[in-house]
């Protein structure tokens, strides 16, 4: 029970930074016309930020295996991702590179903010 607690709480914070990181890009954007190779790493950018938050809430929620739990918190992350953009659009938008590339960036992220 308190390990669904700490992921769900990790995972609502990891949720909510990107939407502030990336409506801060979206100005970002309308601004300063930003190119689409800018803006495709700065979201690549902000998934690792959040992914690397949502491990490091919840390592510090679980007293052992930290890595590990990162790593799910990271998992986790993606599959709600990947989830929200079947639902939308019927269709996953990516090639299969860049879903591994983004599986990558979660996965990793949330491990390595797991052990921080």
Not at 15 to 34: C, N
């Amino acid at each position: 029970m308190r390990t669904l607690k700490v992921l769900t709480r990790s995972l609502f914070l990891s949720y909510l930074l990107s939407a502030l990181l990336l409506t801060a890009l979206a100005f970002g954007l309308f601004q300063l016309k930003l190119s689409p190779a800018k803006v495709s790493s700065a979201v690549y950018g902000i998934y690792a930020l959040s992914c690397f938050f949502g491990g490091l809430l919840t390592g510090k929620g679980m007293k052992n295996r930290k890595f590990f739990w990162g790593l799910i918190s990271g998992l986790l992350y993606f599959i709600l991702l990947a989830l929200m953009s079947v639902l939308l659009n019927n269709s996953l938008e990516y090639d299969t590179q860049k879903l591994l590339t983004i599986l990558g960036i979660c996965t990793i992220s949330g491990m390595v903010g797991g052990m921080a």
